[in-house]
């Protein structure tokens, strides 16, 4: 029964989809983070033109997919850096610019339409070892970038016109996250297909965000978010007959439906325990008792969400309503 | 005259267009070091324009900009530069904890590639404890006040130790106790021998250790001297019309944290 798991076709398969798994949601901080969630998807788009052309001349249709890739990417960058276009209109532009180069030069291609489909839906279990190789360094590399240069991005990423005046490349910056997200696209095609390939860098971050507090663990809990759905989605395709690439991202999305509730009980508990700030002026009489004033909407005193309920401050103490008295909160 | 190794900060001429609106025009400014500089003006009379031009943020379609003795386009002493923006997106986004966002002041003193040292976690401790938020390093910005993120804000300039201040409007939307607190922390700086530029709408708590102000108007200097002269909200002066600004309306609900029962 296990033995499936140890086939050559499927340790290349888990291999690559480890791999995948966790490049592709350490990138995708990036990208959630500068409001770029679709550039996945503009990138995964423009990457057909790629494949078909690799298709086309016969070379390697990975080799050909980076290379258009990283051209597309830097081009968005361009077009949003210069203002010419917003991000969500650049993405556009160059997204069906691509997909219909792509599909135009497969016409082409005679049979190709039917190598394309691989690299739209991702064969993971097809892998060839150069295959294996190939995105295995690609993957490093960009794991390595990301976690190494993480100030760097975090600050361009968190407030662009700070990060200039600390003398930080901001151009440059933004086009490394770029390239870094068409090399990503490039090694997960393979895995989901160009047409999920967002998928693997969104979600494990939206999943993330449920829980991290600070940029670093969001990033590195998305990483494991994104291995654990990739690899659970290849061992579940391997018993069950259904298609690696939706399955791994099916499985990703059932993490963040299952996390979504448990987020927002957190979410409420560590806005209620962040510390409430005192004067360290003398005014800290004590409320006279009992307490004749009736707190409510309007009725002149600070209201304060406070987990279940509202406290209202009151000569610098937190009241809430507890029967028929107020307790400090 | 002050010899120009002293002067931190020249401009001469400036002239910034927005979308080709005139927005500063013919602008002579210099700031010498240790200068505590109160920048006022109505809303729209160029006072952020003017900060993100010394900042090397806007570029000038006239006159000359030089920081630190060093025209701004080449400029790269950017350790010695601490500014500190009006609206951040530092909450946006990404979870991020206050000691991360504080931690990016570092990067001017920073190498790529290369793990922080430990005087850049002192640093960045000695800055949150400065504007009285250290035992919030490790909570996540988007949970805390309004006041509290701008103290962020100006906790990860302190962080990477500059030599000239540039803030803009760092009392804008702020409570009471963030005020002082900011206050404090800037009296503080220019003791140590800081030059400070700061964008206010009034002097307020800063009054103490303000010795210049500077009254935009229409994006010319209307009025350069000692701050007891100014007066910005002089209906033939520079401010006309701003009496009721936005932080003013906004500080009405904080009266009852400082113990006026109401």
Not at chain 1, 141 to 146: D, E, G, H, N, Y
Not at chain 1, 155 to 165: G, I, L, P
């Amino acid at each position: 029964m296990l033995d499936i798991l140890f086939a050559p076709f499927m340790v290349k398969a888990l291999f690559a989809a480890a791999l995948t798994g966790l490049a592709s949601p350490a990138v995708g901080t990036y990208l959630v983070q500068r409001k770029l969630s679709l550039m996945g998807d503009g990138i995964g788009h423009i990457s057909v033109t790629g494949v078909a052309l690799g298709l086309l001349t016969g070379t390697s249709p990975t080799l050909t997919a980076v290379i258009v890739a990283i051209i597309g990417a830097v081009a968005i960058e361009a077009l949003r850096a210069s203002g010419r276009a917003s991000g969500d209109v650049a993405l556009a532009l160059i997204f069906y610019g691509g997909l219909a180069g792509g599909l135009m030069l497969v016409s082409f291609a005679g049979n190709g339409a039917l190598a394309l489909q691989s690299y739209l839906f991702g064969s993971i279990t097809t892998l060839t070892n150069e295959d294996v190789w190939v995105s295995g360094t690609l993957a490093i590399v960009v794991i390595a970038l990301c976690l190494t240069l993480l100030p760097q991005f975090f600050s361009v990423a968190n407030d662009e016109d700070y990060a200039r005046t600390t003398g930080l490349s901001v151009p440059v910056y933004n086009v490394l996250v770029s390239v870094l997200a068409a090399l990503t696209v490039s090694v997960a095609m393979r895995t989901v297909g160009l047409l999920l390939v967002s998928a693997l860098l969104v979600i494990p971050v939206a999943t993330a965000q449920q829980f991290a507090r600070g940029f670093r663990s969001t990033m590195l809990a998305a990483m494991v978010a994104g291995l654990l759905a990739s690899v659970t989605g290849v061992v579940i395709s391997a018993y069950v007959d259904v298609p690696p690439g939706s399955t791994i991202v099916l499985v990703a999305l059932a993490g963040f439906a299952l996390t979504a509730p448990i987020g927002v009980v957190l979410g409420k508990r560590r806005l209620a325990r962040v510390p409430f700030e005192m004067p360290s002026e003398p005014e800290q009489q004590r409320v006279e008792e009992p307490h004749r004033h009736q707190h409510g909407p309007g009725c002149g005193h600070p209201a304060v969400e406070h987990g279940d309920h509202v406290d209202y401050i009151h000569n610098g103490h937190r009241h809430a309503v507890h029967g028929g008295h107020y307790d400090e909160h | 005259m002050s010899s120009p190794d002293q002067r931190i900060l020249e401009l001469r001429g400036v002239a910034v267009a927005l979308g080709g609106r005139p927005i500063l025009r013919d602008l002579d400014l210099t700031v010498e070091a240790g200068d505590v500089v109160a920048l006022l003006g109505a809303n729209g009379s160029g006072k952020s324009t003017l900060v993100k031009s010394i900042t090397g943020l806007l570029p000038l379609s006239a006159g000359s900009v030089r920081l630190f003795g060093q025209p701004i386009r080449e400029f790269d002493q950017w350790p010695r530069l601490g500014y500190v923006p009006q609206r951040s997106t530092i909450a946006q986004g990404v979870p991020s904890t206050v000691a991360e966002v504080v931690s990016a002041g570092r990067l001017s003193r920073r190498r790529p590639f290369l793990p922080a040292r430990a005087a850049d976690r002192r640093a960045v401790r000695e800055a949150l404890e400065t504007v009285g938020l250290a035992d919030h390093a490790q909570h996540q910005v988007s949970t805390l006040s309004g006041g509290q993120q701008q103290r962020v804000l100006i906790a990860r300039t302190l962080a990477g130790d500059p030599e000239l201040l540039v803030l803009d409007e760092p009392n804008a939307g702020v409570d009471l106790i963030s005020q002082q607190a900011i206050a404090v922390t800037l009296e503080r700086s220019a003791r140590a021998g800081a030059t400070i530029v700061v964008v206010l709408h009034e002097l307020g708590a800063f009054a103490p250790f303000i010795d210049r102000a500077v009254i935009l108007r229409e994006g010319r200097i209307a009025y350069d001297g000692p701050p007891e002269g100014a007066h910005p909200h002089d209906p033939h002066g520079a401010d006309a019309g701003a009496h009721c600004t936005e932080d003013q309306v906004r500080l009405a609900p904080i009266s009852g944290v400082l113990g006026e029962d109401l």
